[in-house]
């Protein structure tokens, strides 16, 4: 069974604090790796893709890929309270998109 | 900015009933996916769809349940005969001319089972 793993939290951090979330997935021959935001009774909101091993930064995210390891994290500098929400990790099947979706890390940031 | 549209925001329907969820993928997008999330748990991947045709579907996705793409723009999520365990929450999402771009989702149908 292939699975994506999140530590689902809560994570708390202070208001422009760095928060570092993290996810290990089983499947190797997964090639894309994405990262979703979802509020509560809300839908997944796409953050971040990353597909190459390394890091790739869009503003206040950054994601992290090895694959060797099979982990990805995305870091959100200067948090802010408005970024509370679950974090999504999946992983992307390349011949059909299907997505593998973690549990899921809870984020709570305080002012 | 274009997104996935719909319909309805909310379903209530006997158990026994058919229902048929609706939904407009993004009008560029070639790839269209049906995923569900029961209160509480994760997001799960029922099926996605492809040059007219189921490119992959998962354990979930059994007799009871078939997709269609009647027109240029609609994907349809058919649910013949509903179950109490159906009820969840059923997000549409598309994607672009790449399974491996990314998925843009709609803002998912809440499907309640009495």
């Known amino acids: 069974q292939k699975e994506v793993e999140q530590n689902s939290g809560p994570l708390s951090v202070p208001e422009g604090a760095i928060a570092s979330l993290n996810c290990t997935y089983s499947d190797r021959g997964s090639q894309s790796f994405f990262w979703y935001r979802q509020y509560s009774g809300k839908s997944p909101e796409l953050i971040m893709s990353?597909?190459?091993?390394g890091d790739k930064e869009d503003g206040r995210f950054t994601a992290q890929l090895n694959k060797a390891s099979q982990y990805v994290s995305l870091l959100i500098r200067d948090s802010q309270p408005s970024d509370s929400a679950t974090y999504l990790c999946a992983s992307g099947s390349s011949n059909t998109g299907k997505l593998i979706f973690g549990q899921g890390t809870t984020l709570q940031v305080k002012p | 900015e274009p997104e996935v549209t719909q319909t309805p925001s909310h379903q209530v329907t006997q158990m026994g009933q058919e229902v048929i969820l609706r939904c407009v993928p993004i009008?560029?997008?070639?790839?269209f996916y049906w995923y569900r999330q029961i209160l509480g748990q994760k997001v799960e991947f029922l099926v996605s769809f492809y040059n007219n045709e189921i490119s992959e579907k998962s354990e979930i996705f059994d007799d009871q349940f078939s997709v269609e793409r009647p027109d240029g723009s609609n994907f349809t999520l058919k649910i013949r005969s509903t179950k109490l365990e159906d009820s969840a929450m059923y997000f549409c999402a598309s994607g672009l001319t790449d399974p491996n771009q990314p998925q843009h989702f709609g803002d998912g149908t809440r499907l309640s089972i009495l």
């Open positions: 009008s560029n997008h070639l790839y």
């Open positions: 990353i597909y190459s091993n």
